[in-house]
């Protein structure tokens, strides 16, 4: 079962889901992604470091962040640094505010700062990488993560970021091995195995993504987008009947979208 989020971090998340859950990169099928479950711990503090003296201003910084007013949240953030120019909370908050009016250059500046005074700061590490990837600068997002995953192997989100991170710099065998191990961290994510399924599809991992399709199938008979997950992957390994069976049913469910008929024909060409 999964714990919902308490305190400042679940307060914050929903603003950074809304941020980082916008459509981007090469892939089609991977542009939701963030969208689907964030797990960015924009208000975590480093840990490690002591008391923060400007605790209490980057807590109102983090306060106008949920209430949408990005810039007093940036108007508290410079108060905070003010006060403690070597607070990396402040920087990775300030980061954080600054993706809500699109400053993505200065964000990424911002949490490169808070890595460089913390650098076993995993929320500023994986906040960057996540910028570098809304920038598209696919590789050095997926580096920064393979370093970072090792400061917090057992955090099953920062696993699956690095798994979809993975995927975005084309390193497909690599992303679903940290697919294989933030399911193992956290096995009732369905949401994480749909994404492993896609990637296993892009991979050309047809008979594996057919597992993962068929069991979302399975648990949920009337979501399209899977059975037609689920059709590719029949189709791509040679389970041609099922994959007819699937398709045909898709066709009947949506009789105005050509793709799958289209797709249909083009695979028994």
């Given at each position: 079962m999964i714990e919902p989020e308490s305190g400042l971090r679940g307060r914050c998340n929903g603003l950074v889901r809304l941020i980082f859950g916008l459509s981007w990169g090469?892939?089609?099928?991977?542009?939701?992604f963030l969208a689907a479950s964030a797990t960015v711990y924009a208000a975590d503090p480093p840990s490690g470091t002591g008391p923060d003296p400007a605790q209490a201003i980057i807590e109102e910084a983090v306060r106008k962040i949920e209430e949408g007013r990005p810039d007093d949240a940036l108007a508290?953030?410079?108060?905070?640094?003010?006060?403690?120019?070597?607070?990396?909370?402040?920087?990775?908050?300030?980061?954080?505010?600054?993706?809500?009016?699109?400053?993505?250059p200065q964000a990424l500046d911002d949490f490169t700062r808070a890595a460089e005074l913390a650098p076993g700061y995993v929320a500023a590490r994986l906040n960057r990488a996540l910028v570098l990837a809304r920038l598209q600068r696919y590789d050095e997002a997926a580096k920064e993560l393979d370093q970072t995953v090792h400061l917090a192997p057992r955090d099953a989100g920062l696993v699956r970021h690095h798994g979809r991170v993975l995927s975005l710099a084309g390193r497909l065998d690599a992303s679903v091995r940290a697919y294989d191990n933030a399911l193992t961290l956290a096995p009732g994510?369905?949401?994480?195995?749909?994404?492993?399924?896609?990637?296993l599809l892009q991979a050309r991992r047809y008979y594996r993504a057919w597992v993962d399709f068929n069991r979302l199938v399975e648990l949920d008979p009337d979501m399209v987008q899977d059975r037609w997950s689920r059709a590719q992957a029949a189709l791509?390994?040679?389970?041609?009947?099922?994959?007819?069976?699937?398709?045909?049913?898709?066709?009947?469910?949506?009789?105005?979208n050509p793709d799958p008929m289209?797709?249909?024909?083009w695979f028994l060409a």
């Open positions: 090469p892939w089609a099928c991977l542009v939701l508290a953030c410079r108060k905070a640094l003010a006060q403690n120019p070597q607070s990396a909370w402040a920087f990775n908050v300030q980061g954080t505010a600054r993706l809500a009016t699109n400053q993505w994510r369905t949401d994480w195995l749909r994404e492993r399924g896609r990637v791509g390994s040679g389970r041609l009947a099922e994959g007819r069976t699937d398709y045909d049913l898709i066709i009947t469910l949506e009789p105005g289209n797709e249909l024909a």
